[in-house]
């Protein structure tokens, strides 16, 4: 059974049935993707769906009908930017690389229509001693930490907060990567499956003319203030409204869908008299550090 709708397994049995039925165009009968995925030869029909049934509940992105297992396409690719909603989110973290590494602190921010609607803030029990440079760094202590809840006591909460809203964080790989190896420990096998986009790769295309991407450099470039800096939630609030003016520069350049936001940020933006809204170059990029 799915423990949340916006988680996505990353189980050997799944991936691979997944694998199966992209190669084969998206559905297979029951009884072939057993033998395939579980090496089980002339099960039968009903033992069959029965036990791809079990792999199915595993995942949204599969589903079953009759005899038939087949992909449910995502179509994040045209969600609309503007009636969607978003999660910005950070976390504070005792090091950079996960694992070892944990979360310290959580903060996430709802964003509807350009506006701040909803807010999500917590310290985290890491676990694990915070280095002292990342103390000095954030300005949390062991202490800080000591009584507050461990990630697996917010989990279900914060799942529930994010919804099926896009994710946006300012490096969104790095805050990305800690929130599916949090998630994997406590739901074993599992990610987040919601899109995302990052602040850092969409203000390169959209601001190539300011000195650097850093979060405190948008702020300033925006006007908006940021206190209590590599704070998650300072942080995530002053990404929250960097966010929202990004979301306007991509409007400015005819980008009205996910999919056209997504490649906008990692390819560059092509529009001329000849060329239509929605071409796409130029390499990636390297994310500038909050």
């Given at each position: 059974?799915?423990?949340?709708?916006?988680?996505?397994?990353d189980s050997?049995?799944?991936?691979?049935?997944?694998?199966?039925?992209?190669?084969?165009?998206?559905?297979?009968?029951?009884?072939?993707?057993?033998?395939?995925?579980?090496?089980?030869?002339?099960?039968?029909?009903?033992?069959?769906?029965?036990?791809?049934?079990?792999?199915?509940?595993?995942?949204?992105?599969?589903?079953?009908?009759?005899?038939?297992?087949?992909?449910?396409?995502?179509?994040?690719?045209?969600?609309?930017?503007?009636?969607?909603?978003?999660?910005?989110?950070?976390?504070?973290?005792?090091?950079?690389?996960?694992?070892?590494?944990?979360?310290?602190?959580?903060?996430?921010?709802?964003?509807?229509?350009?506006?701040?609607?909803?807010?999500?803030?917590?310290?985290?029990?890491?676990?694990?001693?915070?280095?002292?440079?990342?103390?000095?760094?954030?300005?949390?202590?062991d202490e800080?930490?000591?009584?507050?809840?461990?990630?697996?006591?917010?989990?279900?909460?914060?799942?529930?907060?994010?919804?099926?809203?896009?994710?946006?964080?300012?490096?969104?790989g790095f805050?990305?990567?800690?929130?599916?190896?949090?998630?994997?420990?406590?739901?074993?096998?599992?990610?987040?499956?919601?899109?995302?986009?990052?602040?850092?790769?969409?203000?390169?295309?959209?601001?190539?003319?300011?000195?650097?991407?850093?979060?405190?450099?948008?702020?300033?470039?925006?006007?908006?203030?940021?206190?209590?800096?590599?704070?998650?939630?300072?942080?995530?609030?002053?990404?929250?409204?960097?966010?929202?003016?990004?979301?306007?520069?991509?409007?400015?350049?005819?980008?009205?869908?996910?999919?056209?936001?997504?490649?906008?940020?990692?390819?560059?933006?092509?529009?001329?008299?000849?060329?239509?809204?929605?071409?796409?170059?130029?390499?990636?990029?390297?994310?500038?550090?909050?």
């Amino acid at each position: 059974m799915l423990p949340h709708p916006n988680l996505i397994s990353d189980s050997f049995l799944v991936n691979t049935t997944i694998d199966l039925l992209v190669s084969l165009g998206g559905s297979s009968p029951a009884i072939d993707v057993v033998e395939h995925v579980m090496s089980i030869r002339n099960a039968g029909e009903s033992l069959a769906c029965l036990l791809i049934s079990d792999v199915v509940d595993r995942d949204p992105r599969l589903s079953i009908e009759g005899n038939i297992v087949s992909l449910v396409e995502a179509d994040h690719e045209s969600i609309d930017l503007s009636e969607t909603g978003f999660v910005v989110f950070d976390f504070e973290t005792t090091g950079a690389k996960t694992p070892p590494c944990r979360v310290t602190e959580v903060g996430a921010y709802r964003v509807i229509n350009g506006e701040i609607v909803g807010e999500f803030h917590t310290l985290i029990n890491p676990e694990m001693p915070i280095p002292l440079f990342i103390s000095m760094l954030t300005g949390i202590s062991d202490e800080m930490v000591r009584t507050a809840p461990k990630f697996g006591e917010v989990a279900a909460d914060l799942l529930a907060f994010i919804g099926d809203s896009v994710l946006v964080a300012h490096n969104a790989g790095f805050d990305l990567r800690f929130l599916d190896h949090e998630v994997g420990r406590v739901y074993e096998d599992y990610r987040v499956g919601n899109p995302s986009l990052c602040t850092v790769q969409l203000s390169r295309k959209l601001l190539p003319e300011i000195d650097n991407h850093k979060l405190k450099t948008l702020a300033q470039h925006f006007n908006v203030e940021l206190i209590n800096h590599h704070r998650a939630n300072a942080d995530a609030l002053a990404t929250a409204k960097v966010f929202i003016n990004l979301l306007e520069g991509l409007k400015e350049h005819g980008v009205r869908d996910l999919g056209s936001a997504q490649r906008f940020a990692r390819k560059g933006y092509v529009k001329t008299s000849t060329a239509p809204a929605g071409e796409f170059a130029e390499p990636g990029y390297q994310a500038d550090a909050a």
